[in-house]
């Protein structure tokens, strides 16, 4: 069977792994992406819960990669304020797009809604050559080119391959990089509800002494997504409660602060974790996104942070074809290594930080941290430089998102 060749491969056919190859496609690289085949198991896929908060950033990113304009505007969801509070005292913190001279903080986008909007994407890029329901068995680097094996018997080589397979990456496996990660002992529900009253596009997340619930507006006025970050065990009782149940504890814990719950969609778990790859790169490989770290998702920056990966990736591979060097060259993808994996650890420590200052309630620890919220909440100066930081309206960016 003759060998196949490209430029960069890409493993991984969800949201960075799309986007990463839209993003090499579009600056002129041969690509082709391996991605399993998500109905394999016969009949349609199940539906997925789960919403993305899209920081200003994210939206930069998918705008050039022609993914944003495939979206309807009945799966944009925004929201222009934030509203967090403490469920032991009534200090809270309030977050103003207004206040950066913004119309919006950021976007509530279905994943699945995202995940097909990218598939209609490469359908106008023809330098994305499609590897669908296959997996790698073998990776085999050399001297000028690496050779991934798939599970069909063909064998693909490019300069580059790039990991965003998810965090049980078989890529970073099968290149041996070590995984270092950290079990929360939390698992996260995700569901659609709908609520009694209008949302007005503010998202809003308690902090309850098992974890985070969040409330996330969608594009209709009465739709959020919500996620439960809590024990493993009541994340399993959440899952097994009748809808009315299920109601009654959601209205219960978030104040009822959007009024009655009134219909729920499909509820799904997943369990947390916070993990950062020991290494972003290696021979002819490069990282991205969940194979490359994991956050908690208390501020929705996940999704986000693997965007910025490849975005970041694919500057690094622009400068260093302009220079005509090695695109596989581990100098090259050492220089995307250092510009990533300081960010992403920074902000992995925080959303940490904030994890166990909040599900922390020895006293007189809930009393300091309310008097730090009001305090904080008064800030204004202190809490615009972190929406400009948090949306990706400045940092260590890369070109295409801070170009307007």
């Not at 996620?227 to 994340?235: F, G, I, K, N």
């Not at 219909?263 to 947390?272: D, M, N, T, W």
């Not at 908690?296 to 965007?307: E, F, R």
């Amino acid at each position: 069977m003759d060998r196949l060749k490209t430029d960069i491969l890409i493993v991984g056919g969800g949201v960075v792994g799309s986007s990463m190859a839209l993003l090499a496609a579009s600056n002129g690289f041969e690509c082709g992406l391996v991605e399993q085949d998500t109905a394999a198991g016969g009949g349609p896929p199940a539906a997925d819960p789960r919403v993305l908060a899209l920081t200003l950033a994210s939206q930069k990113i998918l705008q050039f990669i022609n993914a944003w304009q495939q979206l309807a505007p009945a799966d944009l969801g925004r929201f222009e304020r934030m509203h967090v509070w403490d469920e032991n005292g009534k200090a809270q913190v309030r977050f103003d797009s207004a206040d950066v001279n913004r119309s919006t903080l950021g976007y509530i986008v279905q994943q699945d809604a995202l995940v097909k909007a990218l598939e209609k994407a490469r359908k106008f890029q023809p330098a994305v050559t499609g590897f669908t329901g296959v997996s790698p068995t073998s990776l085999s680097p050399d001297r000028k080119e690496v050779t991934l094996g798939l599970s069909d018997g063909r064998q693909v080589s490019a300069k580059l391959i790039i990991a965003a397979d998810g965090a049980r990456s078989k890529l970073r496996q099968l290149a041996g990089i070590d995984y270092d990660s950290r079990k929360y002992g939390q698992t996260a529900v995700a569901s659609v509800v709908q609520t009694e009253l209008p949302h007005e596009r503010v998202a809003r997340q308690r902090f309850l002494a098992k974890g985070p619930i969040a409330f996330l507006p969608m594009a209709e006025q009465d739709q959020c997504g919500v996620v439960w970050s809590t024990t493993p065990e009541q994340a399993a009782e959440l899952l097994d409660m009748d809808e009315t149940g299920f109601h009654a504890l959601l209205q219960h814990v978030f104040d009822s602060r959007l009024g009655m719950i009134k219909h729920s969609g499909v509820r799904q778990s997943f369990p947390l974790q916070r993990a950062q790859a020991r290494h972003y790169c290696a021979d002819r490989l490069a990282l991205v996104g969940d194979a490359a770290h994991c956050v908690h998702p208390l501020a929705g920056l996940g999704a986000n942070l693997g965007l910025l990966d490849a975005a970041s990736l694919l500057e690094v591979l622009c400068n260093a074809r302009a220079g005509r060097r090695d695109i596989g060259g581990m100098t090259v993808l050492r220089k995307y290594e250092r510009w990533r994996k300081g960010e992403n650890f920074m902000v992995m420590m925080v959303l940490e930080g904030l994890k166990y200052l909040f599900e922390n309630q020895t006293s007189p620890l809930p009393e300091f941290r309310n008097a730090g919220m009001g305090v904080f909440n008064s800030f204004h100066a202190l809490k615009n430089f972190i929406i400009r930081r948090a949306t990706g309206m400045e940092g260590d960016l890369p070109a295409i998102v801070k170009n307007d």
